[in-house]
């Protein structure tokens, strides 16, 4: 069984960890069964960049890196106190020895933040949130990443980065198809409704 780590910082987007926590359920039940996922906080009860109050299955003093075969990262907003979690010094010890390891880091939006601030994305290719005058962007950069400003996605060896939320569900079936097989995401992805006949259809109504 591979397991997740899904790394809840306070103030992090519910859709962008909502993601990862259908598909690889989704793939538990509906496609090969190799897969779970662990909510694991930074503290007992979380707040959401919305108000949305988690409540992790375990806290980070109460994990090691040994466990898990992957990390997960949704983003989250400044004024809902991301980063004060994000960049606590155990959360970025915790991302660095999963690199360390050469375990797959996946991360969306400013989740690719902690992981350039913990030292990981060194003259390394990346991207993290690309609007609002691209402000994370150079901050990442700043942080020793090799920027890739328009791609949507940037998977460099182990880590996997994306440059806003509607990318999330890519991103997570990245992951999933980086711990099981592309024949078995395909079929997730189709079980789950994401299928071009879908997509063709509603472009058709516009």
């Known amino acids: 069984m591979k397991k997740v780590c899904l790394l809840?910082?306070?103030?992090?987007?519910?859709?962008?960890a909502s993601v990862f926590t259908d598909v690889i359920g989704w793939n538990k039940d509906e496609g090969d069964?190799?897969?779970?996922?662990?909510?694991?906080?930074?503290?007992?009860e979380l707040t959401c960049t919305w108000n949305f109050t988690v409540i992790p299955?375990?806290?980070?003093?109460?994990v090691t890196v040994e466990e898990f075969d992957a990390l997960a990262l949704p983003g989250g907003f400044e004024?809902?106190?991301?980063y004060e979690d994000a960049f606590r010094p155990d959360v970025l010890q915790f991302i660095r020895e999963f690199?360390?390891?050469?375990?797959?880091?996946?991360?969306?939006?400013?989740g690719a933040l902690p992981i350039g601030k913990c030292g990981a994305l060194t003259g390394r290719n990346a991207t993290t949130y690309h609007l609002n005058e691209r402000k994370r962007q150079i901050q990442l950069a700043g942080m020793g990443a090799n920027v890739l400003p328009d791609q949507p996605i940037v998977i460099d060896r182990n880590i996997i980065t994306s440059y806003n939320p509607?990318?999330?569900?890519?991103?997570?079936?990245?992951?999933?198809?980086?711990?099981?097989?592309?024949?078995?995401t395909d079929q997730v992805k189709r079980l789950m409704g994401f299928q071009p006949?879908?997509?063709?259809?509603?472009?058709?109504?516009?």
């Open 33 to 44: 069964g190799t897969t779970e996922l662990v909510t694991v906080g930074t503290r007992r």
């Open 166 to 184: 509607a990318t999330a569900f890519d991103v997570a079936f990245t992951l999933l198809e980086a711990l099981t097989t592309k024949e078995n």
């Open 79 to 82: 004024t809902a106190g991301f």
């Open 99 to 110: 690199d360390r390891q050469g375990k797959i880091i996946a991360s969306i939006c400013v």
């Open 8 to 16: 809840l910082p306070n103030g992090f987007e519910a859709v962008e």
């Open 57 to 62: 299955e375990k806290i980070l003093s109460e």
């Open 197 to 206: 006949a879908i997509q063709k259809g509603v472009e058709g109504l516009v």
